[in-house]
Every structure is written in structure tokens, then in C-alpha cells.
């Protein structure tokens, strides 16, 4: 008996439908093609920390850093009847067809459950990247081996034990030590990606609420030409720029220095000369088709959505048959589907979407960009338009979703946007003045695509006359324009997406800076919305405007972390690693060994931790802890939250210490649980 098993249970619905005749039974469908079942995502999870030992219930520093020797999976609470109606199938089938989504996440969540019953019968993988009939029949029919897959599952094993051991570890050691300061019923979850997102926010907070404009001043000139006028932009010389009239970023900001320099190129003689024309062809790209995060900082641009309803949009699409995987990290397409382009592109133009119908009509079917790359394709491939016609009613959402990546689709078959770029430089009373001209040969996909236009920040309105070097130019006038420093703008939460994708313009080493620039950023694809929706579940971030601000409590965790865990640095490097894990570079258990020490080094680190004391708290004289009321054997007593460190105690008097009368008392009088917060790990879910 052949028994796929799909991730979820609307790709079984869509797997049993093109298997024929399918029938449904309590847990699985049958067809003529084998039995479906399906998951609910994660059947099976991480336990508790309780369940490796029954005193870690409670959360104390001396028993940090919890590090399991066995790794136990035990099967969610809510999903036990079908994992069991999965486990019996498993039992009777002679081949295993694994039907996860084309992930990490998706080929760990079937594997892990193979692994758990110990199945034993050969396992096939099918990567289901649309679930219109074409796309299922194609990857049915080019099944491959699970066990190349291996190393993506390994990955995705290393990705879930870092995460445990830190957001297990972390967060109890932060929030132990919060509370010590007074800080009770806080709960401070600590994750290996979560915390350096929530930086960015707060340090940007931080850098415009800091932020001073500064006025600084440019200087053009118009200069004639035989063949025309044009306009060229003063830039001051290396040596001019070590002038106190210049600020570090080369910006002129004395304003008197700026009148002197008005005043010396509007005096005579006004000859110039033309020290460099250069002209050089270039060749614009057609933007590349959209990986989800790339669609979801494309709809919030566009439309304000944020990244959660972009990927619930996105995901209904392709439930709907509509459009590719939704959860891609990638943005280029295999060559194979070149063949789909002629039918996709004839649904699209005769469709009554006025958002991609024009651009459609328009397309050329036997134009090949470059986001046709097999070797850019790993187990999936870029978010597009199935061969599906558009004959069903969207939501406004979906539609403007889909008209995205229709359009980011349909794109790929125009020409390049060609033109040519002219540099201009100037020598005008020992000085250099420079400009840039562009003039478009062939418009190309621009024709009838909107994208965003790169301006350079010395290129002109002005169409540039036919010079070169050599030429004789001669100075009409010289004005000066005024500019004022603005503040960075607040994430959105569709900036924030961005940020963690582009996270290397974050990092604080300058050469991991360079190391990174090409790594997938932190965080995946499929995770990125639900971390910024849990930092604004848990009170940590707050939406103004559609602009993200940071919490009293995001302040508070942030600042008492150490740069380790609140820069990108390495979680980007953690990312980059599991990646390559992905790709057969690097074990397991060398991942994991780094994420011990990592973990062992920051829990160590809380007990310094640099936390504030809460508000109407009591402090310890001795060791700045919080104090806190206890009852004891002969009455209410006051004892110190750093407890056993300090072993500092008061008398009650009328509710308050009595800071007249400290006694101490020895270890053997103490039951270090009425010292230690008692915290739950229900306080952490």
C-alpha cells in the first residue's frame, strides 16, 4: 500500500483530487492511487525542560544552562488522534510517499514523525511547489529519494535545538534576574532571533529620538557649452573635506565657508574645461519574480499590509491553485517551467484583471531573463501565477497579492531597459564639479512596469549636450542650495521583514559585515511575520501609525542583554551555517556544541545582568537586589532576591524592613525555594 503524507490537510484534499476517485475515512482519503493522510503542521514538539528532570519546574540559575543529552520529542496534546491514525497507516504501508511543503520546517515535520514510530519501509519525496493539477502531476511523476534530503532535515534539527536551548535557557536566566530587581510577573522570552529583531527596533528608536538636524549646503553651477547648457554639482577635494567646514559624511555644513565659495565662482575669469565625457551602455534587469519575503516588503510598500496578512493572502492563493509555494526564500525560476510561460501569460492577458491584463498582452514568451537559474534552485523556486486561469472572486487582499506576483511574472518577458549613462566631470577655478546624464534607448520591460528609479545623488533633470574632454565650458551662475539632516524613518512591519532579510547592513563587526551580505538574512520565510506578530502579542513592540515602537519591557530586556544576543552578528553567522548544514557543510553536532557554549557564556552573563531596579521595591543595601516579604518559621521577614549570593535579611516592621535591626541567618534556615521566583513554564508559552 502506497501512503503519502502531507503536511496539511488542504494539500491532501488537493493530493487525493489528482490521485482519482478519492473517498474519505476518518483520518486519511482513499484513491486509486494510495491511501492520503495528513499533519497539522508539527505533530510532534520539543519537551519541557521538567520532562529531562522534575526539578527544572522551577527556574533557578544554578541549574542554567539546560542542556538535554537525549533530545525527546513527545506528540502535541491537540493533535494526538491523528497522529495516531498516521502512525497505524505508517504501520501497513509498503511505500511512504513524504508530501511535506518544500521547506526545512516541511521536510522536518514528516521526518520527525517517520522517526518517532521507527518506521523502517522505504520513504519517497515529492516537492509540491502549486497544487494545480499540472504542477502535482509533474512532481509525482519525478519523485525522488527522501534520503536526499537528509542534510535539509539535519538543518532543520539543528535550527529547533538552538532554538530551544536558548529561548529555554535565556529566558530563564533573564527573567530570574529581572525579578531579582523587583520586576515580578515579567516574563522576558529570550530567542535566537526574536532578540536581535527587537534591537533593531529599539535602537532606531533610540537613534531618532537622539537625532539633531544638521543644516548643510551644495553648491551647483550652470555652465555653457557650445552644443548647451548644463548644470554640475560641486565636490570638494579630498584635502577640502578635512576642513572643519566638513562634517564626517562629507556634508558642507559651514554656511559662511559655503557664501565664500559662492563668491569665488561667481567672480571672474568664468573658464572651465571639460575633464572627463564618459558615455557607457547600460543594461537594467527585469526585476526578479518574489520570494515571500520580498512580496510581503512589496505589499506593505504598495499597500500598508502587513507581513501576516501578506502571507495569509499568499497562502490562500495557492490553496486556491492560484500561485506557486507561498513560504519560497527564493527568487529565481528552473528552465523546466519555461514550457508553462505561453499558457500562463494567454490566462493572464484574457482575464478581466485589469492590474496585469495590458502588461500581459504585451509579453514575449520567448524572452529568457535572468531569473531562469537552475542553479539557484534548491527545493523550491520563486512565488508565480499557476497555469490556472483567474475565474474565481478574490478578496481586495488577495487580488492585490496576486496582482503583484502576476506582475513580477509577466515581466520576465520583456526586453531590458537599456540606456546610456554619460559622467560628466568639470575643473572650474581649481575645483571639480560633476554631473550625470542618462538618455533610454530602449524603454523595455520599464514600458509598462512601475519599479523604482535609482537616481544618483549627482545626476541631473537636465539632458547633457554632446562635450568631450577637453572642451572649453564657461560658468553662467552659482547657487546655493540649503538641506537639512533627516532622522531615520521607524520600522514598519513590513521594514522590519526587510531588515531581518537584509541583515548584514545591521551586524556591529565591519567583517562579518562583508561576510554577510549575501546570507539569507535571520529568521526564514515562513517565520519572519509570526516573530514581529508574538514581539506585539507579548507587549514588547506596539503599532503607531503602521510604525512599530518599542515597550518600557523592550527597553528594560534590551538593555540589560549583552551585545551578543542584541546584534545580528551571530544569529546571521547561526543562519548562515544552518544553510549551508542544508547544502551537506558542516554536522549536527558541531552546530549544536557552538549553540552550548553560546548559551552557557550568556547565562553566566545574567547574573550580572544590567536591569534596572523596578518601582516601589525595596533595595538591598548590600548588593542592590530587590528585597522581598517572606513568611518564615517566627513571623514575616525580609530577604534578598540575590539569595544564595547574598544572604541579606530584614525584620517586617508595619509591612516595611527594619533596616535598624538586619540579622542574618545561615543556609540551614532557609528553603531556597521561598528565595528563588517561582516561575512556571506555563509563564513562558
Not at 82 to 96: G, R, T, W, Y
Not at 175 to 195: C, E
Not at 546 to 574: C, F, G, H, R, S
Request: charged share 30%; glycine share 6%.
Amino acid at each position: 500500500m502506497k501512503l503519502y503524507i502531507a503536511e496539511k490537510p488542504s494539500m491532501a484534499r488537493e493530493l487525493a483530487a489528482f490521485l482519482r476517485n478519492p473517498k474519505k475515512f476518518n483520518g486519511f482519503i482513499k484513491t486509486d492511487g494510495g491511501l492520503v493522510t495528513w499533519l497539522f503542521g508539527h505533530v510532534l514538539q520539543p519537551v519541557k525542560p521538567d520532562a529531562y528532570d522534575p526539578k527544572y519546574k522551577f527556574w533557578r540559575p544554578d541549574d542554567l544552562p539546560i542542556v538535554p543529552k537525549q533530545w525527546k520529542l513527545e506528540v502535541n496534546p491537540e493533535t494526538v488522534q491523528q497522529f495516531n491514525i498516521v502512525k497505524s497507516l505508517i504501520a501497513e504501508a509498503d511505500l511512504i510517499i513524504h508530501a511535506g511543503d518544500p521547506d526545512r520546517e516541511g521536510q522536518l515535520l514528516v521526518d520527525e514523525v517517520l522517526d518517532f514510530v521507527g518506521n523502517k519501509k522505504p520513504v519517497k519525496r515529492i516537492l509540491l511547489n502549486a497544487l494545480d493539477e499540472t504542477s502535482i502531476r509533474r512532481a509525482n511523476n519525478n519523485l525522488r529519494d527522501n534520503s536526499e534530503f537528509f542534510n535539509l532535515k539535519q538543518s532543520a534539527l539543528a535550527r529547533s535545538r538552538a532554538d530551544w536551548l536558548i529561548g529555554m535557557n535565556l529566558s530563564r536566566a533573564y527573567t530570574i534576574a529581572a525579578r531579582r530587581l523587583g520586576h515580578d510577573g515579567l516574563v522576558l522570552p529570550v530567542g535566537r532571533v526574536k532578540t536581535p529583531t527587537l534591537a533593531l527596533v529599539v535602537r532606531r528608536e533610540r537613534e531618532i529620538q537622539n537625532f539633531k538636524p544638521v543644516d548643510f549646503f551644495n553648491i551647483n553651477a550652470k555652465f555653457s557649452h557650445v552644443n548647451g547648457d548644463f548644470v554640475a554639482q560641486f565636490k570638494p577635494s579630498k584635502k577640502m573635506l578635512d576642513l572643519p567646514a566638513f562634517d564626517r559624511e562629507g556634508r558642507l555644513i559651514d554656511k559662511k565657508f559655503a557664501e565664500e565659495l559662492i563668491k569665488k565662482f561667481s567672480a571672474a575669469p568664468h573658464d572651465g574645461k571639460i575633464t572627463l565625457y564618459k558615455t557607457t551602455e547600460k543594461k537594467e534587469s527585469q526585476p526578479l519574480p518574489f520570494s515571500l519575503s520580498s512580496l510581503q516588503i512589496a505589499a506593505g510598500k504598495s499597500f500598508g499590509y502587513s507581513p501576516q496578512q501578506v502571507l495569509d493572502a499568499a497562502q490562500s492563493l495557492y490553496e486556491k491553485k492560484l500561485t506557486t509555494y507561498p513560504r519560497s526564500d527564493c527568487e529565481y525560476l528552473p528552465t523546466t517551467q519555461l514550457a508553462d510561460a505561453r499558457r500562463i501569460l494567454s490566462n493572464l492577458a484574457a482575464s478581466n484583471n485589469d492590474g496585469v491584463k495590458t502588461l500581459s498582452q504585451h509579453a514575449a514568451a520567448e524572452i529568457k531573463s535572468r531569473a531562469w537559474n537552475d542553479q539557484k534552485i534548491s527545493a523550491h523556486h520563486a512565488i508565480i501565477p499557476t497555469q490556472k486561469a483567474l475565474a474565481i472572486n478574490l478578496t481586495e487582499i488577495e487580488m492585490n497579492v496576486y496582482n503583484l506576483i502576476a506582475k513580477n511574472y509577466v515581466v520576465q518577458f520583456y526586453p531590458l531597459h537599456v540606456y546610456d549613462e554619460t559622467v560628466v566631470e568639470v575643473k572650474y577655478k581649481d575645483e571639480k564639479f560633476t554631473t550625470r546624464g542618462k538618455v533610454v534607448k530602449i524603454l523595455g520591460w520599464r514600458e509598462f512596469y512601475v519599479a523604482p528609479k535609482t537616481k544618483l545623488e549627482d545626476e541631473t533633470e537636465n539632458l547633457l549636450p554632446k562635450m568631450k574632454a577637453g572642451d572649453n565650458v564657461t560658468q553662467d551662475k552659482s547657487t546655493l542650495k540649503k538641506g537639512v539632516t533627516k532622522p531615520p524613518v521607524r520600522f514598519t512591519s513590513s521594514g522590519l521583514v526587510q531588515g531581518m532579510r537584509e541583515i548584514h547592513k545591521y551586524v556591529k563587526n565591519a567583517e562579518a559585515k562583508k561576510q554577510l551580505k549575501d546570507v539569507y538574512g535571520i529568521g526564514t520565510e515562513a517565520t519572519r511575520a509570526a516573530i514581529i506578530e508574538d514581539l506585539i502579542q507579548r507587549g514588547f513592540l506596539k503599532s503607531s501609525r503602521k510604525n512599530l515602537v518599542p515597550t518600557d519591557k523592550a527597553y528594560l530586556l534590551i538593555d540589560a542583554l549583552p551585545d551578543e544576543m542584541t546584534y545580528p552578528d551571530a544569529t546571521a553567522i547561526w543562519e548562515d551555517k544552518l544553510h549551508s548544514m542544508s547544502e551537506g557543510e558542516g554536522t549536527l553536532e558541531e552546530f549544536l556544541s557552538g549553540q552550548v557554549q553560546f548559551t552557557n557564556k550568556l547565562c553566566n552573563a545574567a547574573r550580572s545582568a544590567n536591569f534596572t531596579l523596578a518601582e516601589n521595591v525595596f533595595k538591598c543595601p548590600n548588593c542592590g537586589s530587590a528585597l522581598i516579604k517572606r513568611k518564615g518559621k517566627n513571623g514575616d521577614f525580609w530577604g534578598c532576591r540575590a539569595y544564595p549570593r547574598c544572604k541579606t535579611t530584614f525584620n517586617d516592621k508595619n509591612g516595611k524592613p527594619d533596616f535598624d535591626r538586619k540579622k542574618f541567618l545561615g543556609e540551614k534556615n532557609f528553603n531556597p525555594a521561598e528565595f528563588e521566583p517561582i516561575i512556571s513554564s506555563a509563564d513562558f508559552n
